[in-house]
């Protein structure tokens, strides 16, 4: 549900015409701070993401466009340490849901909270990739609940 709502107002950031602006989504202004949230917005207005999968610096969710990929570089790459196995579940993990969320979801229901934007394309793997790695990056897990720690990418940045 927390996916989908932040896809929500994402795409509320494209107003009619196409226009995009961060002023259309009461959220919209921190949205826009969100590392990839200009490929999301290029997506939804039918163009191509920019950002080239970057194995060197990318989370290994974005090491290719297909989940399979991914998951082959990600065994590859973390090969002897923890990570080998995890990152590869974790992308599969990722793959599901978002299937398992297309058969689930009342796609009229979501179609009219879009206003702008095109349901598949709202629901299309980079989109949904993208917003399962933004929550999940800004998630801790306490008592066996997610608690959304909006600033908690921030912990490690410097300060002049």
Known sequence: ALLLLLVKHVMAMVG???AVNATNDHFGPYLALLPGVDDILR???GG???????IATGPPLFWADAPQDA???ARTRLQGSALANAAPAYI???WHNHNITLQRIDRGAFKNV????????ALSWPVYRWAAQTLDSRSIWWKGQRHLVPMLDLVN???D
């Open 157 to 159: 940045a410097v300060s």
């Open 114 to 121: 879009l206003a702008n934007v095109d349901v598949d394309i």
């Open 48 to 54: 191509q993401a920019l950002t080239e999968n970057n």
């Open 43 to 45: 997506i939804a207005l």
């Open 71 to 73: 998951s082959a570089l």
């Open 92 to 94: 599969s993990s990722i």
């Open 16 to 18: 009619s015409g196409g």
